[in-house]
């Protein structure tokens, strides 16, 4: 049960810092629209999962990945310098599809709410 609790204190540590150093510190354009959503630490504190959520389609999506692929051994190492973990942990990236599900889930609720309105606005047109 302990474990849990550090993992998620580390995650949450190293979420923090991965979106400073990457707004700050990153020169790579590739990766200018970029946020991190969510990192899931392995048990053993030596892998990073990461989620990122960029703005724009899949072409820009897939120019950020490659970006932070490219840029993983700089980022390793500066979270080892500002967490003191015995091992800096190995980041794996990830394109967070959640934003894009909730945009579509939201279109899919206007346009319903949209057609519910239609047949109310024609019969109160007619009398």
């Known amino acids: 049960m302990a474990d849990s609790r550090r993992q998620d204190r580390v995650a949450a540590l190293i979420q923090r810092e991965l979106s400073e150093i990457i707004q700050r510190s990153v020169k790579d354009p590739r990766v200018a629209f970029c946020t991190v959503t969510q990192a899931e630490v392995s048990p053993d504190l030596k892998y990073v999962d990461v989620k990122v959520s ?24 500066e979270i080892g310098k500002r967490l003191t973990l015995r091992y800096s942990p190995e980041l794996r990236f990830a394109i967070d599809q959640s934003a894009d599900y909730l945009l579509r889930i939201d279109g899919l609720l206007k346009s319903v709410e949209s057609e519910d309105e239609a047949p109310d606005n024609q019969t109160a047109d007619l009398t």
Do not use: N
């Not at 490659?66 to 980022?75: D, E, N, P, Q, R």
């Open 54 to 77: 960029v703005i724009g389609d899949e072409a820009q999506k897939e120019k950020t990945l490659a970006g932070l692929k490219s840029a993983a051994g700089f980022l390793r190492r």
